[in-house]
């Protein structure tokens, strides 16, 4: 990587209640890259997610985009850089009270002061890049199937064209065949904006298709992270019984959730 | 557990609860007077709070103004005859200064502020609340606020019409069933009601709209995980309404009608 990271994380720590979830985290994320970060149910994923856009605050640490800290800025600072931001929620997170249209046009309504019209416009255009044609745009999100729902989410998160698209378990909840749509989807919006995109998974058939490099999550810190074609040869007994799915191994599943 | 640690305990529990909701109370507020405005979100929650509000407030203020009727004439019955002038004065005095304000809180406390936990709630659960800010929107902005204004500006209007009704409550009552002078009725009930009655009701129907939407809002956006979590904030939310509701209702009124 060379020249600034589009995100640099150093020494990343959260706890929760005194029990530690991120204990130094290190990252850095070139511009363009796509990074995926595997790891366990409660380690700490989407808790590294939700501190670089600030929706937690980290108790240590720094986080920069475009070199910009990010950690101790101001509201207005934090509001500006989370414009570059799009982000696909597990769920979707797709507003009920709004029709699809509605949902994807509303960054650029809300977010970027544009009118009613052109917001919708660009939104009906989005909603067709994920494959998704006009009459949908009526309906309401509890109308949907989890696969819709997630094109719906996609389609919202590049509707502003952000330069950073966080996924955050893009392909959880689906079926085989959704989730190989939608890892297509996700290729394509990346590629066509050029932006830099970061995704937490579980799913190693969805981070070797999506990646460029991966990084895996453990006891609160980043234990590897490589190109992703140099996975399968890591030497790293953790990510070996994580990628491979084995029950024994280094990694003991915790019973309580974080 | 030490008794004493347990009480300290639960001393700072109370304070710090006090210090976070100052802090929601004063961030909804001050996202009132600085834009981006979001005069579509206020209307809505002057139509969810205000105009769907209607016909619970209206049915308790007629079915109270009823109540209260008969049982002062039958009150009034034992110690002397007719009692005309005393029941209209009754009515209208508990209405506007007491029952209308309170009884439309504690009403609106169980629609509108469980409706409005309920909703941040589940909002908060499925992420939606961090999607608002994700999509460079102020959460307390877009969600809190109108509901606080909406709660501000329509309690004190549905008190209003729940006065009218519980006073026409008395005089169907009073008129109807108890075979009193009608005009004669009317005249006792303007005769002795004062604009400070009426204010006095509606500057408390204010505070209670603000603490109905505050509490509600406050636990739902703070709702904990999951579908108990939500029920919690949604039962949280009405029960700490009502009871600030009766607490600021004594104050006030010492405040308002002080010896």
């Known amino acids: 990587m060379t020249g600034t990271p589009k995100i640099r994380l150093r020494g990343l720590t959260k706890a929760f209640g005194g029990k530690p979830v991120l204990n130094g985290v290190d990252l850095d994320v070139g511009k363009g890259e796509s990074v995926v970060i595997i790891g366990g149910s409660g380690t700490g994923k989407s808790v590294t997610l939700k501190c670089i856009l600030g929706l937690l605050e980290p108790d240590s640490g720094s986080i920069e985009v475009d070199g910009q800290q990010l950690v101790g800025a101001s509201a207005d600072a934090l509001r500006r850089a989370r414009a570059k ?19 994807v046009a509303f960054g650029l309504v809300q977010g970027h002061g544009q009118s009613q019209a052109a917001a919708r416009r660009i939104a009906l255009d989005k909603l067709a890049s994920v494959g998704l044609d ?7 999100p509890s109308e949907l199937s989890g696969g819709m729902q997630k094109r719906v989410g996609l389609a919202r998160a590049i509707a502003t064209e952000p330069d950073i698209i966080f996924f955050d378990e893009p392909t959880t909840g689906l079926d085989p065949i959704m989730a190989d749509i939608i ?3 996700i290729m394509k919006c990346v590629r066509d904006l050029g932006a830099t995109a970061v995704s937490i998974t579980h799913d190693m058939v969805s981070a070797r298709k999506i990646s ?9 810190k980043l234990i590897w992270t490589g190109p992703t074609a140099q996975i399968d040869g890591s ?12 029950a024994e191994g280094p990694i003991k599943m915790q019973l309580r959730a974080s | 557990m030490n008794p004493l640690a347990y009480t300290g305990r639960g001393v700072i529990d109370l304070f710090a609860v006090i210090g976070r909701l100052s802090v929601f109370t004063a961030q909804a507020f001050s996202h009132a007077f600085r834009p981006p405005f979001y005069p579509r979100m206020v209307r809505r929650q002057l139509w969810e709070v205000g105009y769907r509000s209607l016909p619970v407030v209206g049915l308790t203020a007629l079915f109270t103004g009823m109540v209260l009727a008969l049982q002062s004439y039958t009150g009034f019955s034992r110690f002397s005859a007719g009692g005309e002038s005393a029941i209209a004065t009754i009515v209208v005095l508990s209405i506007t200064r007491e029952l209308g304000p309170v009884l439309a809180g504690l009403m609106i406390a169980g629609r509108v502020g469980a409706s409005m936990a309920a909703e941040l709630g589940t909002m908060r659960v499925t992420e939606q609340i961090d999607a608002l800010a994700t999509l460079s929107t102020n959460p307390y902005k877009y969600l809190i606020t109108p509901r606080v204004v909406a709660g501000l500006i329509t309690v004190p209007l549905l008190v209003v019409v729940a006065d009218i009704i519980g006073v026409m409550g008395g005089y169907f009552i009073a008129v109807g069933v108890l075979g009193f002078n009608g005009s004669l009725y009317i005249r006792n009930t303007l005769g002795t009601l004062e604009t400070h009655d009426v204010l006095s009701g509606l500057l408390k129907a204010a505070v209670f709209g603000v603490i109905v939407t505050v509490l509600g809002c406050y636990h739902g956006f703070n709702s904990g995980r999951g579908a108990q979590g939500v029920g919690s904030a949604t039962t949280n939310a009405v029960v700490s309404a009502s009871i600030l509701i009766l607490l600021s209702n004594y104050f006030l009124t010492q405040v308002l009608f002080a010896p």
Request: hydrophobic share 45%; proline share 0%.
């Open chain 1, 85 to 103: 931001f799009g982000m696909l929620f597990q769920g979707a997170a797709l507003f009920d009270s709004l029709s699809v249209i509605d949902n």
């Open chain 1, 134 to 140: 006009k009459s949908v745009g009526e309906l309401f």
């Open chain 1, 183 to 185: 890892n297509d989807l």
């Open chain 1, 212 to 220: 460029d490099r991966i990084a895996m999550l453990y006891g609160g």
């Open chain 1, 235 to 246: 030497g790293n007994d953790y990510v070996e019984q994580f990628i491979h799915g084995r």
